[in-house]
């Protein structure tokens, strides 16, 4: 965990706490149906956190999820999240993938422009 303040025009960092992710057994969004940061880590003890965002604690929990898969291939629950958001390879995740959104969107808005200007016999 870091702590981030600033300083007049400089931002400071220090490293507060740290843990393994071995360690990890549960991630809980507490509301998979609001837009909340708050989210629980559940070691030892349980940390309750605040992301910057919504979409930051889901991308925290994608990324964790990630590390886990190639490295540890551990079993521990992410509860609480959308899973829409959570899978890499739904088009609604956000990592970096606006673009990609944005221009699904707009073929399926061209595709129902031609489809009303088309005329049918």
Do not use: Q
């Amino acid at each position: 965990m870091v702590k981030h303040w600033r300083v007049d025009r400089e931002e400071k960092y220090e490293v507060v706490e740290k843990w393994f992710l071995k360690d990890l057994e549960m991630i809980d969004g507490k509301e998979a149906d609001t837009d909340n940061p708050y989210f629980d880590m559940h070691f030892h003890k349980v940390y309750n956190m605040e992301a910057y965002s919504c979409a930051s604690k889901y991308t925290f929990a994608r990324t964790l999820n990630k590390l886990n898969a190639m490295y540890l291939k551990k079993d521990f629950k992410i509860v609480n999240f959308d899973d829409t958001y959570l899978n890499d390879d739904s088009i609604w995740s956000s990592s970096n993938r606006d673009f990609l959104v944005v221009m699904r969107v707009c073929f399926y808005a061209s595709n129902l422009l031609c489809l009303s200007l088309c005329r049918f016999s």
